[in-house]
């Protein structure tokens, strides 16, 4: 019974490291979009990145991949759904983690790449 135990504490790590970017990713596209909204054409609101400029396109990049690796969070999911089921409690909590993810990841999607994501504007 230990080794179910231990593994479904592996498998439920590795399913909350895949929904992480996109609560990253949510809440850099929040305070980008509040920080745009302050000011739209000033530079006076922005965060100014600097250096660190290429930040942008890295987060640009994690709403994109995001559903993927949420995807793979539900295989991982149904496929060890025995072991997961070991521990009362914590497979509802997942999947519904799961499925808010991949709500809030399809909002990111159609915000970042429907057309002009405002949310960059927010950082200069």
């Not at 745009?36 to 600097?50: D, F, M, P």
């Not at 949420?70 to 060890?80: D, H, K, L, T, Y």
């Not at 991949?102 to 057309?115: E, V």
């Amino acid at each position: 019974m230990q080794g179910f135990s231990d593994a479904a504490s592996r498998y439920r790590r590795k399913i909350i490291w895949l929904v992480f970017p996109t609560w990253v990713t949510l809440a850099v596209e929040l305070l980008g979009s509040w920080r745009y909204g302050k000011g739209t054409y000033s530079e006076r609101y922005a965060i100014h990145l600097g250096p660190l400029s290429p930040l942008k396109w890295l987060a640009l990049a994690a709403v994109v991949v995001s559903p993927m690796l949420i995807a793979f969070g539900f295989v991982i999911a149904f496929s060890r759904w025995n072991v997961l089921r070991i521990q009362k409690g914590w497979l509802p909590m997942l999947l519904l983690l799961l499925t808010i993810s991949l709500l809030l990841s399809t909002f990111s999607c159609a915000w970042s790449c429907g057309g002009h994501p405002t949310w960059m504007g927010g950082y200069k």
